[in-house]
């Protein structure tokens, strides 16, 4: 009996131990990613909305004016529910609103130079 029980808690620690060297990690709750979502873009300002039932996320990304950088309309939660996931979607925005502010010095450097 003992042994049999031995042989179990040694399984046991081997699927853990398996599990952390696979980097299983651990579901966000939806409270954990609206917050990363929100500071995710600094400098930039960042309101996130949990909406239709606990299930999508929107967000919008905000300049120094507070003039609206970038929308995203809607993410479904169960999509960015592991950290991994979630980080690669806010690399993929950030360098999107880093374009749209790459485009807008643009406008203002091509605006000053034509009023020299």
Request: with cysteine; aromatic share 6%; charged share 30%.
């Amino acid at each position: 009996m003992a042994d049999r029980q031995a042989r179990s808690l040694s399984r046991k620690s081997i699927v853990n131990d398996s599990a952390e060297i696979q980097g299983v990690t651990s579901m966000l709750t939806n409270e954990e990613i609206r917050s990363q979502i929100e500071v995710g873009f600094t400098p930039y300002r960042c309101i996130a909305e949990v909406w239709d039932y606990n299930q999508k996320i929107r967000f919008r990304v905000f300049n120094s004016s507070d003039e609206p950088l970038l929308t995203v309309e809607e993410v479904i939660l169960s999509s960015v529910r592991d950290s991994v996931s979630l980080e690669s979607l806010l690399v993929s925005v950030r360098q999107r609103v880093e374009d749209v502010v790459g485009r807008s010095r643009y406008a203002e450097e091509t605006a000053v130079l034509s009023s020299c």
